[in-house]
Nanobody
């Protein structure tokens, strides 16, 4: 089974920075696209940023110029650097990955989620 483990959330004042990290672990797999989503209280989960294994990153309009997504393929890790944080960035941030799993007799793709890490930005 492939799992995602996140770290780096917390409480920060408006204008501050946080760095979220997420690592995929398990046996016999490769990671395709990775991304970060967030869910604010009372709202639906939304895409924040995404990064394919080799390609162009994409960002939600609300965070362009403030957040940067990057990945280390050798470590199966994706990082979200969040700068100039605003109170409206508050929410639970979830790591997401599309993985290819290799098993005896079968190969399949799956979409997996991390457990979520809370981010609170105070005004």
């Amino acid at each position: 089974q492939v799992q995602l483990v996140e770290s780096g959330g917390g409480l920060v004042q408006a204008g501050g920075s946080l760095r979220l990290s997420c690592t995929a672990s398990g046996n016999a797999f490769s990671v395709n696209a990775m991304g970060w989503y967030r869910q604010a209280p009372g709202k639906q989960r939304e895409l924040v940023a995404a990064i394919p294994r080799g390609g162009i990153t994409s960002y939600a309009d609300s965070i362009k110029g403030r957040f940067t997504i990057s990945r280390d393929n050798a470590k199966n890790t994706v990082v979200l650097q969040m700068n100039s944080l605003k109170p409206e960035d508050t929410g639970v941030y979830y790591c997401n990955a599309e993985v290819t799993v290799y098993r005896i007799g079968s190969t399949y793709t799956d979409t997996i989620w991390g457990q979520g890490t809370p981010v609170t930005v105070s005004s």
